[in-house]
């Protein structure tokens, strides 16, 4: 990073201006960390005495010992031109997942966390790919990753798909960068090669075993003289790289959700930032990355709280501007363990499967450690983006309740337009197998009167199915049935039948809400029957069932669904005609008796006569 700032600087004139440098290179300058005031020809000096580079120093060169990191403000530049100071302060924030599985919900919502605080604050949305696992990451992983981001609505401003000035966004093809910086701390002393071999270390890890201490290197190469080193080179010895830790001191970081936030040094040991292999360790890369694509803040979970301490030594031995930390708690099950599989659906595509609405997801995962400070509960992605704020994130963990997901869901599906739940509706009732048509008339009066009833769209499979299915003898069995059958509910199954077979039953269907009504209102007064007392008995009769959305808008719907050869034939669906032929073969006193004596038997269709 200091090469590329100096070269910047040693190829402009001393009077410049500022929207012609290139934008990379700007923020670049903008990250001198030990030359935050300095003009271009002070950056010019720097490069050309060799103090970005150790210049003339040798491997092993101890750093000066830096022991305590604040939160760092934004970068000022000023230069002989003006006189004045030039701050960078656009926000960038960054998602990185690594594409080694599906997107949890708990990585969905440290996405969403960055992508509200970032359009929030007129920032942008970086997504970047932690791909350095070579053998558990995969290209499928990523796109399922980038597919489940794009279904919530979380559009990244840069990042795959979408090139920027800070690229490239995947972490595999970025290793020309980490070993530059590699480089640059082994010249400056903050790094050194190591040679040890698998036993040596085992045989430290089994020395702090013994004496009860954590794992900590002990500095074999540290100390060794460059003479030491230039044999091992010469034999061609593998070697790591090691960042050098001072043994005494701490770093100390103002986290913003979790305040004060500090560790010892000396409990940390040098650590390897880049492996015999040429690869490099995952701390090393995330705090290259940061800082190379000029990320201002780092939203993520609290179980990387303890790899800020190694990022923040990187930080700052690099010359590099801290971004300002953020660590939000976990979201654990029901039973306050971490949310695994063992609970159930855990993924987003899991959720996007079952039927769930992406807009009820971001509002549910935004409710999972921040509030607005009110009692709130429902919002649009663009109501949380005017409300958001990173100080009302709570530090206690979330719970994540499916329930309350059904519930915010149900809310949302409720509250969009009647078409476009019918739209909804209907391609997954024919995906299901239930009808053969996904739009008409039929789906739009379905989706009009199942919707009350509906939490996800997997719900209206169940809903629909219901409506189409006839469990009279089944209901039978129940309190509310027993009290019908009792109040003679063969005069009203009598009543109905007469109606079917003059066909004044389908006329009053066909002529609708109002010929429905009036059908109904003459078989009160001639049976003096009103209130429940005639709908209760109407419902049992034709739908099978003791309770359910408006009697007459389900018949209207059986009627539809028979005359329109819109369902599935293996949809199970019980017609009108077929729910007549039942009650036409009731054996009511056979009912009567049976449920008098307690001794009535609802297999082999035994209420029906032979």
Request: with cysteine; glycine share 8%.
């Amino acid at each position: 990073m200091a090469v590329r700032i100096a070269q910047a600087a040693v190829h402009l004139p001393t009077t410049f201006r500022v929207n012609k440098i290139p934008r990379a290179d700007l923020y670049f300058l903008g990250q001198l960390r030990n030359y935050q005031s300095c003009t271009l020809l002070s950056a010019r000096s720097a490069f050309r005495n060799g103090e970005f580079l150790g210049k003339g120093s040798s491997q092993q060169q101890e750093p000066a010992r830096l022991s305590t990191v604040g939160s760092a403000e934004t970068a000022e530049i000023s230069h002989k031109a003006t006189g004045k100071n030039k701050k960078v302060e656009e926000i960038r924030v960054r998602f990185a997942p690594s594409p080694t599985g599906n997107l949890h919900v708990g990585g969905a919502r440290t996405a969403l966390f960055n992508y509200l605080f970032a359009k929030s604050k007129g920032g942008r949305f970086i997504l970047r790919i932690e791909d350095t696992d070579i053998e558990r990451s995969t290209r499928e992983s990523e796109e399922m990753i980038l597919h489940d981001l794009q279904w919530l609505g979380l559009e990244w401003d840069e990042g795959p798909l979408i090139e920027g000035d800070f690229g490239p966004y995947r972490q595999s093809e970025r290793n020309s960068k980490y070993q530059q910086y590699a480089n640059q701390l082994l010249a400056n002393g903050h790094a050194y090669r190591c040679f040890c071999t698998d036993e040596e270390l085992e045989a430290m890890r089994e020395e702090a075993r013994i004496l009860n201490l954590p794992p900590k290197y002990t500095g074999k190469w540290a100390r060794a003289s460059q003479i030491e080193v230039d044999s091992e080179l010469l034999k061609g010895t593998p070697f790591t790289y090691r960042f050098r830790v001072a043994q005494e001191g701490s770093l100390k970081i103002e986290d913003l959700i979790r305040g004060e936030v500090s560790w010892p040094l000396d409990t940390l040991g040098d650590f390897i930032i880049m492996r015999s292999n040429g690869q490099p360790v995952y701390n090393f890369c995330v705090a290259v990355d940061d800082a190379t694509m000029g990320i201002s803040h780092v939203i993520r979970a609290e179980e990387h709280l303890p790899n800020t301490l190694r990022q923040a030594l990187i930080y700052q031995a690099l010359g590099f501007t801290m971004p300002r930390f953020g660590h939000v708690s976990l979201i654990l099950a029901p039973d306050r363990s971490k949310l695994s599989k063992r609970h159930g659906a855990t993924s987003v595509g899991q959720f996007r499967e079952m039927g769930y609405l992406p807009q009820a997801m971001v509002n549910y995962l935004a409710l999972l450690g921040w509030n607005d400070g009110t009692e709130n509960e429902i919002f649009t992605m663009e109501q949380l983006i005017e409300k958001f704020s990173i100080d009302r994130i709570t530090k206690s963990a979330a719970i994540f309740d499916q329930a309350k997901l059904q519930w915010v869901n149900g809310q949302h599906l409720r509250a969009l337009p009647s078409d476009e739940i019918a739209k909804i509706f209907g391609e997954y009732w024919k995906k299901a197998g239930i009808l053969l048509a996904s739009e008409g008339s039929f789906v739009n009066a379905a989706a009009e009167i199942l919707k009350s009833g509906v939490e996800s769209i997997s719900d209206a499979e169940a809903s629909l199915l219901n409506l189409f299915s006839y469990p009279f003898q089944a209901s039978l069995s129940s309190p509310e049935a027993k009290v019908m059958v009792e109040d003679n509910l063969v005069e009203v199954a009598q009543a109905i039948l007469k109606a079917y077979i003059s066909e004044e039953l389908q006329s009053a269907i066909e002529a609708g809400h109002d010929g429905w009504q009036k059908w109904v209102k003459t078989v009160g007064k001639a049976l003096k029957r009103k209130g429940k007392r005639l709908f209760m008995p109407i419902r049992l009769l034709l739908t099978g069932k003791t309770t359910g959305p408006d009697i007459g808008a389900a018949i209207d719907l059986l009627y539809k669904a028979e005359n329109s050869g819109i369902v599935s034939p293996q949809a199970g669906f019980i017609s009108l005609s077929e729910r007549i032929d039942i009650l036409s073969k009731v054996d009511w006193d056979r009912l009567s008796k049976g449920l008098a004596s307690h001794t009535l038997s609802l297999q082999n269709n035994s209420i029906l006569s032979h």
